[in-house]
């Protein structure tokens, strides 16, 4: 089982953002960076179905910038994905998903791989299109927000969460390329030695602008901070004093008290 | 037509979803004077056509075939992309539902045209719209504008739209068809099923005290149990929570989990993603706590802390004790 998994580098979730001046793309001089929630549950799964089959080779794909991404793929090795492709990119400004797809289809289309996952979107531009239209571009079969993965021979079988706490199972024939969601299982830590053996594993590079890739099909015009139209009582003071208002509202506000 | 509006069914019934989509569709079609018209397909094709045909839209197109009974998302992809080459429609316009997101991008791949997703409002500039989505996790807006293409796909995310502000009307049916083989679908899916709740019915709850990842650790979760326990209230909490295991699934608000709508919805270390709000923004009163300012869910809350749960919670419970 030869299986590859995207991984992005986004913002840490409490990030405070600010919006560039031309008013495109975030500020990211001063941000930290992880993975991708949902692509490390992608990684995971990755991961254990390899495991599970006792052969094959999970290979973490990335694209960005130099200075941050090598980290994220980094991490991948270290707990356990035997090699990495990224992408080189001067900047992140890339929005359109299909652009994202098609770059990184030039990089793997070559690879033959059985099984493509990655989150089901990213906690950046949340198109929840890149692993998708991959799939597409791949010519494999396709799913979305897989809660539990099951290899039958030369078929994939896969749960698919559904609106409101229903579910579904739906079969694959291989090669598929499937969007994963999180809580499908607990992401493992690196260790130690995992960690040492990154080292030594090989990380590709390839530069995005001698990939070919389509014409755009969107374009962010604007990036700015949403005007706010409720109004919300902001409590303030010290601990006693929010603590008195808190009990004040639930008694004769909400009146549950 | 200029715009065509796709339904999905839910429970035999257009999805609440689909009804929004018309609301975007119509205040597009009224600022950019276009013909507006909708697509049912499936095995419910009839009673959406029923609930379609009395809405005010051009015509309301029938598609029936027995390889779109069930859902599958190539079955649908391939049956979608015959209707835009044979309509020739500007737009495509639907909900953002958990089906859309599992077939529409494979349409957009397939025919290489645009397809904007999870978009929360349309304006107008000129001839031309331009589709305005959240990006990292609503802390931001964008504005996005289709490039290529003859037709443009476009999404709506829940409640971006009021379904209460669809206008009504009256429509005619025409039918549709398409040319599908089983060759074409590629995946066999089971029938839906819920998993055993096993638990509690949040959607009665008076008052839920619901928990994020704010919290920190699995320890502390007995901080929020007491705080519940002293108001009498239902434990709920963010995804987060009930994917590290530290609360069952049952207790989850959003989308995947419980719809609530308490007298009063206290969340502790919540972002406020849209997931999570779609299930609890019918709450009478909200109460956020959050250390970060900029949190999207003090755009809903009624009453707002910027402050650490750790540190409120035990007072509060004690407060509310005495
Ligand atoms: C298809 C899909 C379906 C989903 N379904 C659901 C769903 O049904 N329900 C759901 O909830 N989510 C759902 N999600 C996930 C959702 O997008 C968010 O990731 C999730 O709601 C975030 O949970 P959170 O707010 O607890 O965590 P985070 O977003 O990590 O937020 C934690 C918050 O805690 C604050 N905080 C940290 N420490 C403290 C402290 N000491 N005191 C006070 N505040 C603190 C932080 O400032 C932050 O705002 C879904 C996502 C997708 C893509």
């Known amino acids: 089982m030869k299986i590859g998994v995207l991984v992005k580098q986004v913002p840490v979730s409490d990030s405070s953002l600010r919006v560039n001046p031309d008013q495109l793309w975030v500020e990211e001089g001063s941000l930290n960076f992880e993975m991708n929630e949902n692509d490390s549950y992608a990684l995971e799964e990755a991961l254990q179905i390899k495991e599970q089959s006792g052969e094959g080779e999970v290979v973490a794909i990335s694209m960005g910038p130099a200075d941050r991404t090598p980290k994220i793929i980094r991490e991948a090795l270290s707990k356990g994905a035997d090699r990495g492709i990224h992408i080189v990119e001067s900047s992140s400004h890339e929005s359109d998903p299909y652009i994202l797809a098609t770059l990184f289809n030039e990089a793997v289309k070559d690879e033959g791989f059985d099984l493509v996952l990655s989150g089901l979107q990213s906690d950046d531009m949340s198109t929840g299109q890149t692993g998708l239209i991959l799939g597409e571009l791949l010519g494999m079969s396709t799913a979305t927000m897989v809660v539990e993965t099951e290899i039958q021979g030369e078929n994939l079988k896969v749960k698919r969460e559904l609106e409101s706490g229903w579910f579904q199972w739906v079969t694959l024939s291989l090669p598929a390329c499937v969007t994963i969601q999180s809580g499908i299982n607990q992401p493992r830590y690196a260790s130690l030695k995992g960690i040492m053996s990154a080292k030594r594993k090989e990380i590709r590079e390839l530069q995005k602008d001698e990939l070919m890739t389509g014409d755009s099909l969107q374009s962010l015009s604007k990036m700015y901070v949403q005007h706010k139209d409720k109004r919300t009582e902001m409590i303030e003071g010290d601990t006693q004093e929010i603590v008195s208002r808190l009990v004040d509202v639930f008694k004769s506000e909400a009146k549950v008290l | ?322």
């Open chain 2, 1 to 322: 037509m200029d715009i065509l509006i796709v339904f999905e069914a839910k429970e035999g019934q257009a999805h609440r979803m689909s009804l929004e989509a018309v609301a975007a569709a119509q205040s597009m079609a009224k600022e950019l004077n276009l013909t507006t018209a909708v697509l049912v397909m499936g095995k419910d094709a009839k009673s959406l056509a029923e609930n379609a045909s009395a809405l005010d839209v051009g015509e309301v197109l029938t598609l029936e075939h027995d390889l779109l009974s069930e859902y599958s998302a190539d079955g649908y992809t391939e049956a979608l992309k015959q209707i835009i080459a044979q309509e020739s429609p500007s737009y495509v316009v639907m909900g953002y539902t958990y089906q859309a997101r599992d077939w529409v991008p494979k349409v957009s791949a397939q025919l290489t045209i645009p397809y904007i997703s999870d978009v929360i409002s349309v304006k107008a500039e000129g001839e031309s719209p331009v589709f305005t989505r959240m990006v990292y996790n609503g802390k931001l807006i964008s504005d996005i504008t289709p490039t290529g293409g003859e037709t443009a796909i476009v999404s709506f995310q829940a409640a971006a739209y009021p379904e209460d502000s669809v206008i009504s009307g009256s429509a005619e049916t025409r039918s549709v068809e398409v040319e599908l083989g089983a060759s074409m679908i590629s995946t066999v899916s089971e029938p839906p099923f819920q998993e055993e709740s096993g638990g509690v019915d949040l959607s009665g709850a008076e008052v839920i005290v619901s928990v994020g990842r704010g919290i920190g650790k699995e320890e502390n979760i007995p901080l929020v149990e007491a705080l519940a326990k002293s108001l009498n209230a239902e434990v709920g909490s963010s995804r987060p929570i009930v994917d590290a295991g530290w609360l069952p699934t049952f207790r989850q608000v959003g989308s995947s989990g419980q719809s609530v709508a308490p007298k009063l919805y206290l969340a502790l270390g919540i972002s406020g993603a849209i997931q999570h709000i779609v299930g609890m923004k019918g709450s009478k009163n909200i109460v956020a706590i959050n250390k970060d300012a900029e949190a999207p869910i003090f755009e809903i809350a009624d009453y707002g802390v910027v402050g650490d749960i750790l540190e409120i919670l035990p007072k509060l419970t004690e407060a509310i004790e005495q």
